[in-house]
């Protein structure tokens, strides 16, 4: 649930460079991270069934671990995607810095290496699971990272909205200049500029 939430807030960010760039980056990362969460989901699910599967059947056992780890390797293999989409699309829209995208697209590659080695090694995985484990690992310090850029963005663009061509400070100041054109005696208070008297009172 964190993820997608992450991941929604990224998008929202970063979909309006995209835009402007004919790029959609941010939505490759995105599909990225909901295809990470529906792996992972499965991923526990299979661990679920492995606790509640009795020793004593031990085709079944076998099969479980067999569906586990497959859904493992995609796992890291959408991981790599939403690393690889929301880094590029943060460094084009300035959000993240060099060293954060660097690090993101290197955890992806990790995590994608390890993907694509893992079935051949899969009994033994040896150096391969430590390629994927550091390749985690970064992913952590990655999230954590982009998190708080995200939250510590500053909400000027809502404070600057008063000041548009429509309403707010800038009609009060251009209001201000007309009422300074008029003579002394024909000049408003401000909380009188915009109630006209009747006709009767008119007359």
Known sequence: MLATLFGAGAVSVLWRTDREQGTAWSLVGFAGVILQNITFTGVMATRLALASTTAHDSSTIAGLWALHNALFIFNGTFLALAMTGLSISGRSADLIRRWHGGIGLLAAALQFGSAVLSPLVIDDPGPVGLLGLVGWLIWVVW???????????????????????????????RSDHRQADLPDGQRRHPAQQRVEPPESAQA
């Open 143 to 173: 999230i954590v990272a982009y998190s708080i850029t995200l939250i510590r963005l500053t909400s000027v663009p809502i404070q600057a909205l008063p000041n548009n061509r429509r309403t707010g400070p800038v009609e009060s100041f």
